[in-house]
């Protein structure tokens, strides 16, 4: 009998060995797949021990409590979790779980350890034995696995309490797998995290070890760099340094701060760096440190900030023009109440007299005082409230209190979502010129009275002689009428250039058809033998100012009156381009001399003793730069002379 106990011994002992042997090597276990692993552990161990439930439990954090991860019951074969005991609930059973590795109750309703979970576990699950296996870590218990008899009691022998522990080793193995693989997975996905989003800065990332070894780089730094990805392969630091080192203009200067940083392990660096093609870089470079504060490399950051320094380099530029500009400027915010002034520029103080200080945060409306016209300010506002650009002239205050006449333009600053931000004003002191330009309307009048009083008595008196008096002295008397004629014609072109340069009249839309039909009928009529011709299609509106019409008689008249045929011609024709419309006007006269070519063009001026059609080309030239329109001679023969006239398009 003994001899077959002993048998039956060993044979249990050599099963629960290869049991646990074959858990241990189990592929869940092995690759920390702890759902899969627990179902196996549970279903093994019962069917090893031969008791009705197995049964995983595992601590929470803070220990007071254990949850069951799975239970397998023989009897059905179906796994459950979820069930809790809490330690303020079962004292003396988590004591036990604490103080011992194992807990054998054969009759566990009586066994002091286990007899508190009777009323709310054993008696529910009518269970009457238990055998139970701590899982322990550094010392702690994290767990139990927990074999429990139903239907009657057994006292748990020896080889099965080793088991039992054998198989809690098993799931703490498990466990701990499956944490490790865990941390693989989150180490696994911080790296790709870290790649991806290196791959997607607008920098280029390096990182060096502490040995110099180059650990890690996206795409953009092998893009600035012009290195290829064999070239950052480790252990190639110093190849990539020198490579790196070949495309600066001062590389030594570059090494120095490498070195410096190499023997300052701590420090962080930010500095532009100049390369020899022209771009500039911003290097940032920073240790790279764990928790702890332990250093395992430097991270280096590298930015093209070429365009940047570019932009940088212009906007500075243009604030020393602004602010050295020979006209006054400002800058108001229109997104505060009463458009404050944040900015103004050195010629307005000289303008005002006002310092910086006294200027900003107020409104421009400073300047005005009693004698200011209220037409001018009434425009502004209107032009502010519409968020429109406009010009005027109007009487403003220096800080002494003298006046000055200020050419005040503002127009308005929108945002990239076409808000009105500010409003920019330039300002310029025209008192000389509103005083010459007074100073030229009194002398005008004078002499426009005056002269035309006069020469219609010379002209009356030379025409009574003509009357009255035959041969050479009427032939002279005729002469003088006609030279009285052509003077008086001069006065009144000299009338019209007065008032445009002292008005200055803004552009405006104009249709072209009848500022052309006017002229060529009234062409017509003075000159019944010229053939004045005009092209059918005039749909057109340009920009110009009105006095345009004068402009194309002018320019139709001379070249009928000066033609040398019996028949002169011209015809105006009207060109439609993408931006600007241009006015041909073609005649089949001896040409115009060279003078008059300059003075139509702009590029000389009317002399005083030069006798021809200089006023009134001069007056031409006038009202073509007063429309912001451009004139050249095409042709000039001979056989004729084409006039172009380019004026801006007006939006259809």
């Keep these: 009998m003994t001899d077959e106990s002993d048998a039956r011994r060993r044979d249990s ?93 054969g009759d566990a309703r009586a066994d002091p350890r286990t007899r508190e979970l009777t009323a709310n576990y054993l008696e529910p699950e009518a269970i009457d034995s238990l055998l139970d296996a701590t899982l322990r870590s550094a010392g702690e218990v994290i767990g139990v696995v927990c074999h429990e008899q139903v239907g009657r009691t057994r006292e748990w022998t020896d080889a099965e309490r080793r088991f039992a522990g054998d198989v809690a080793d098993v799931v703490h193995r498990a466990l701990r797998n499956h944490r490790s693989a865990e941390r693989r997975r989150e180490l696994a996905f911080r790296r790709s995290l870290l790649e991806a989003q290196q791959e997607a800065m607008p920098d280029g990332v390096l990182v060096v070890g502490e040995d110099g070894s180059l650990r890690s780089w996206n795409a953009r730094f092998r893009e600035l760099w012009d290195v290829s990805a064999e070239e950052l392969e480790p252990p190639r630091g110093d190849a990539v340094l020198e490579r790196i080192s070949r495309q600066l203009a001062d590389p030594t200067a570059f090494r120095r701060r490498v070195e410096r940083l190499t023997e300052q392990p701590s420090a962080t660096s930010r500095e532009e760096i100049a390369l020899e093609d022209g771009r500039v870089f911003e290097l940032y470079s920073t240790p790279v440190r764990d928790d702890d504060g332990r250093q395992y490399g430097r991270l280096w950051l590298v930015r093209d900030v070429t365009e940047r320094k570019a932009r940088q380099e212009e906007l500075e530029l243009k604030k020393r023009a602004i602010d050295e500009a020979p006209i006054g400027i400002t800058l108001c915010d229109a997104t ?132 009255r008096s035959g041969g050479e002295t009427a032939g002279a008397a005729e002469t003088i009428v006609e030279e009285a004629d052509q003077l008086l014609g001069l006065t009144d072109k000299h009338r019209s250039i007065v008032r445009l340069l002292s008005e200055r009249p803004t552009p405006e839309p104009i249709g072209l058809e009848p500022l052309c039909r006017r002229p060529c009928r009234s062409v017509r009529i003075d000159y019944p033998d010229a053939d004045v011709s005009l092209a059918d299609d005039l749909d057109a509106t340009v920009v110009a100012i009105p006095a345009l019409e004068t402009a194309i008689h002018e320019l139709l008249a001379n070249g009928v009156a000066h033609g040398d045929r019996e028949s002169p011609s011209v015809e105006l024709r009207v060109e439609r381009r993408p931006e600007t419309v241009r006015l041909r006007i073609a005649d089949d006269g001896p040409g115009l001399p060279e003078e008059e070519r300059r003075i139509i063009t702009g590029d000389g001026a009317v002399e005083p003793l030069y006798h021809g059609l200089g006023m009134g080309l001069w007056l031409v030239h006038w009202i073509v730069s007063l429309s912001r329109g451009t004139i050249d001679i095409e042709e000039s023969s001979p056989d004729g002379t084409t006039i172009l006239i380019e004026l801006p398009r007006a939006d259809d």
């Design 336 to 467: 505060q109440s009463d458009n404050p002034l944040v900015y103004a520029n050195d010629q307005f103080e000289r303008i005002t007299g006002y310092s910086r200080e006294e200027i900003l945060g107020r409104n421009c409306r400073f300047l005005q005082g009693e004698r200011t016209e209220a037409e001018p300010v009434d425009e502004l506002r209107t032009a502010i409230d519409a968020e429109r650009s406009t010009t005027v002239e109007l009487r403003n205050y220096r800080t002494d209190g003298s006046e000055f006449w200020n050419r005040v333009t503002v127009a308005p600053v929108v945002d990239e979502r076409g808000t009105v931000t500010n409003y920019v004003g330039f300002q310029q002191d025209v008192t000389e010129r509103k005083e010459a330009t007074r100073q030229l309307r009194v002398l005008h009048r004078v002499l426009r009275h005056n002269l035309a009083n006069q020469m219609s008595i010379i002209r009356g008196t030379a025409e009574q002689l003509a009357e």
């Design 13 to 105: 002992r050599r099963r629960y060995q290869e049991a646990v042997l074959e858990l241990t090597t189990d592929a869940d276990v092995v690759d920390g797949r702890f759902e899969a692993a627990a179902r196996t552990i549970t279903e093994t161990a019962a069917e090893i021990v031969e008791t009705t439930r197995v049964g995983i439990w595992l601590f929470d954090e803070d220990g007071e409590r254990i949850r069951c991860v799975d239970r397998y019951d023989r009897r059905t074969g179906a796994h459950s979790d979820g069930a809790e005991l809490a330690a303020a609930t079962y004292p003396a059973y988590f004591e036990a779980l604490r103080t011992r590795r194992t807990i054998s109750a």
